[in-house]
């Protein structure tokens, strides 16, 4: 990397656990990805759920941090994404998707995709000028909900991302169990929410 470049580290700080597995491919994809590049407004998170789980607005969060010595140019934000219920899916997403799975196409919204281009103007800005930075983008999965017919028995989801209008859909987490998002939820159905409420 020359000094004109900044370096993000692309960290994946969704809860993870030992049957859950990062492809090969994605974490190759992640670390060639470049996040000052992005189109935020082309930003998109698929998330495939079994029968009876579902994701709402807000249970995918984007984080986008920068950090420097200085206060006054560093910065932390959260963006939860929201479903697109207009968002056409393509082929590469609904090829082998069974009669029980669904799948929830989530964005920023038009404000958030705002403020995470600012931010990216801002680093890049603060790069011409200065040394050092440390930035960080992450995909968090911090919730889902249960329909009537949830299941303990299948409460896996796969988390796809697209990065721009040019790419497709890749996996970028595979079997994340939404059973052990929190170390209470996986004996007591009554943590993970329902979704009429």
């Not at 759920?49 to 249970?59: F, H, K, S, Y």
């Not at 968002?87 to 705002?114: F, H, W």
Request: charged share 25%.
């Amino acid at each position: 990397m020359t000094n004109n470049k900044i370096v993000l580290l692309i960290g994946v700080l969704v809860l993870l656990t030992a049957c859950t597995s990062i492809p090969i491919g994605t974490m190759i994809k992640m670390v060639r990805l470049n996040p000052l590049e992005m189109d935020p407004q082309q930003l998109l998170v698929a998330v495939k759920t079994p029968e009876g789980l579902n994701v709402r607005d807000g249970d995918v969060v984007i984080d986008f941090s920068f950090r420097t010595d200085d206060p006054d140019t560093s910065f932390k934000h959260q963006f939860p994404v929201i479903i697109n219920d207009d968002y056409r899916l393509p082929d590469s997403l609904t090829k082998g998707l069974k009669e029980n799975e669904s799948i929830t196409v989530m964005q920023l919204s038009e404000e958030d995709a705002l403020t995470m281009y600012n931010a990216q103007q801002a680093i890049k800005e603060y790069r011409r000028n200065h040394d050092g930075g440390a930035g960080n983008i992450d995909l968090n999965l911090v919730s889902a909900c249960r329909d009537d017919d949830f299941s303990w028995g299948d409460s896996r989801l796969n988390l796809y991302l697209k990065t721009s209008d040019e790419e497709d859909f890749f996996l970028f987490l595979r079997n994340l169990d939404v059973t052990k998002l929190d170390d209470d939820m996986q004996s007591d159905f009554e943590t993970l929410p329902s979704c009429a409420a």
